[in-house]
């Protein structure tokens, strides 16, 4: 199995979603771009990816988002040494279709009361929705590093929820410190490196806004 040296998850820049909630209302969530600060970021990220990389070979993986599509477009990677797909598995959380901006911030507040993890939004998913259809990517990736080819570099497009929780069913952490966990800032970057261990660590946590609550033993 050629498991790759480093698989690295970078959310989206800016969105025009992210400076101001009420486009939501007159467009889809998916169609949503970057703004120029957006496009900013996601350039400074590009440059450090340059770094880390080097002239290695890179898989990459895209949310079908127009934002994660534009982000990976102002990394400006090689072309001849990425192999580039969407997946639809790392999309943002689905919140519903048009959105009501009072009614997301209600069901926001209902969320924050009943555990983003487990709250579902109307017409939407809950965070277990999106842990699923996750892991199921994982299970993909995992047998795509059965080909003795594969790249030692995967890079991940993604949003911030499907960022916490790719690492959450990686590192195999509890609900509770998933919910205490906050999502990275626009085109942060986490980075999964393998050791010589034979395991892989994280370069850095996520920002903690609060201690885990546990029910119990896997706290």
């Given at each position: 199995m050629a498991r790759p040296r480093r698989i690295v998850l970078v959310r989206h820049g800016e969105s025009t979603g992210?400076?101001?909630d009420t486009v939501y209302e007159r467009e889809p969530d998916h169609a949503l771009g970057l703004t120029e600060l957006g496009w900013r970021?996601?350039?400074?990220?590009g440059k450090?990816?340059?770094?880390?990389?080097?002239?290695?070979?890179?898989?990459v993986y895209v949310s079908p988002y127009r934002r994660t599509h534009e982000t990976f477009r102002a990394f400006h990677l090689d072309p001849e040494l990425v192999r580039v797909r969407e997946e639809p598995r790392l999309r943002e959380?689905?919140?519903g279709n048009w959105q009501d901006r009072d009614?997301?911030?209600l069901?926001?507040?209902?969320?924050?009361?009943?555990g983003h993890f487990f709250y579902r939004f109307a017409q939407g998913e809950s965070g277990a929705d999106v842990y699923d259809r996750v892991g199921g990517f994982l299970e993909s990736l995992f047998r795509s590093f059965e080909d003795p080819d594969h790249p030692p570099n995967v890079l991940l497009v993604t949003h911030g929820l499907a960022m916490r929780l790719f690492c959450m069913r990686?590192?195999?952490w509890s609900v509770a410190e998933f919910e205490s966990l906050s999502n990275p800032g626009n085109a942060e970057m986490r980075m999964l490196v393998l050791g010589d261990d034979g395991k892989y660590t994280l370069d850095r946590p996520f920002e903690r806004w609060r201690d885990p609550e546990s029910y119990g033993v896997t706290g």
């Open positions: 992210n400076a101001d970021q996601a350039e400074e990220t450090r990816l340059r770094e880390v990389f080097g002239r290695e070979r890179v898989s959380q689905d919140w009614d997301v911030q069901q926001k507040s209902y969320r924050d009361a009943y990686w590192f195999h």
